[in-house]
């Protein structure tokens, strides 16, 4: 490597468990062994990291370490996780929810990183410069109803004996092609 420059590595690991097992320690070796004085930024994408491995301990000794885990639904706390995360892309973009709203759009983004950006992006053309705070009728309209959101919607407006609001999410449903039976 050239001193001053960054280089950025990139391997796919293909085969075995093993194979990626043992290329993962002769990587952590020559991470290990160090480049000198010359500056080397190492990016490694990869689908899932084995915290418990060896090779995440030597990067975390060696690097400074930046780690972005999907979120996940399907484990409990995602929804803290995930409103930290939309607040804070928000604050970018100078968005301020009204705390109902935010937790529907949580609801109906479901954690999906993806998802959030687009939808705060189309909440943010649709706003304009003028306003910058999102309100939950505004997240009802412009944000795609999921199943979850529907869960959530239904349920709050059968609690506040709300039918028209209540068939809303279940015709929106409808109208993207689910079944009613579903």
Same mark, same amino acid.
């Given at each position: 490597?050239? /001193?001053?420059? +960054?280089?950025?590595?990139?391997?796919?690991?293909?085969?075995?468990?093993?194979?990626?097992?043992?290329?993962?320690?002769?990587?952590?070796?020559?991470? +290990?062994?160090?480049?000198?004085?010359?500056?080397?930024?190492?990016?490694?994408?990869? !689908?899932?990291?084995?915290?418990?491995?060896?090779?995440?301990?030597?990067?975390?000794?060696?690097?400074?370490?930046?780690?972005?885990?999907?979120?996940?639904?399907?484990?409990?706390?995602?929804?803290?996780?995930? $409103?930290?995360?939309? @607040?804070?892309?928000?604050?970018?973009?100078?968005?301020?929810?009204? !705390?109902?709203?935010?937790?529907?759009?949580?609801?109906? /983004?479901?954690?999906? $990183?993806?998802?959030?950006?687009?939808?705060?992006?189309?909440?943010? #053309?649709?706003?304009?410069?003028? /306003?910058?705070?999102?309100?939950?009728?505004?997240?009802?309209?412009?944000? !795609?109803?999921?199943?979850?959101?529907?869960?959530?919607?239904?349920?709050?407006?059968?609690?506040?004996?709300?039918?028209?609001?209540?068939? /809303? !999410?279940?015709?929106? #449903?409808?109208? @993207?092609?689910?079944?009613?039976?579903?």
């Amino acid at each position: 490597f050239d /001193t001053g420059h +960054q280089a950025y590595v990139h391997k796919m690991l293909t085969g075995r468990a093993a194979d990626v097992q043992e290329a993962l320690e002769e990587l952590a070796a020559i991470l +290990q062994s160090g480049f000198g004085s010359v500056e080397v930024t190492f990016m490694l994408s990869a !689908p899932e990291v084995d915290k418990r491995r060896s090779f995440y301990k030597t990067l975390v000794k060696r690097a400074e370490l930046e780690v972005y885990d999907k979120l996940d639904s399907s484990r409990s706390g995602w929804e803290e996780a995930a $409103t930290d995360l939309v @607040q804070s892309l928000g604050k970018k973009s100078r968005l301020q929810f009204d !705390p109902d709203a935010l937790d529907l759009f949580v609801l109906l /983004t479901g954690g999906d $990183t993806r998802v959030i950006g687009n939808e705060l992006e189309k909440i943010d #053309l649709y706003l304009g410069a003028a /306003t910058r705070r999102v309100t939950l009728e505004e997240v009802r309209i412009l944000v !795609p109803i999921s199943r979850a959101g529907v869960i959530f919607e239904l349920g709050n407006a059968l609690a506040a004996r709300d039918l028209g609001h209540a068939l /809303t !999410p279940v015709r929106r #449903l409808l109208a @993207q092609g689910d079944s009613s039976i579903g």
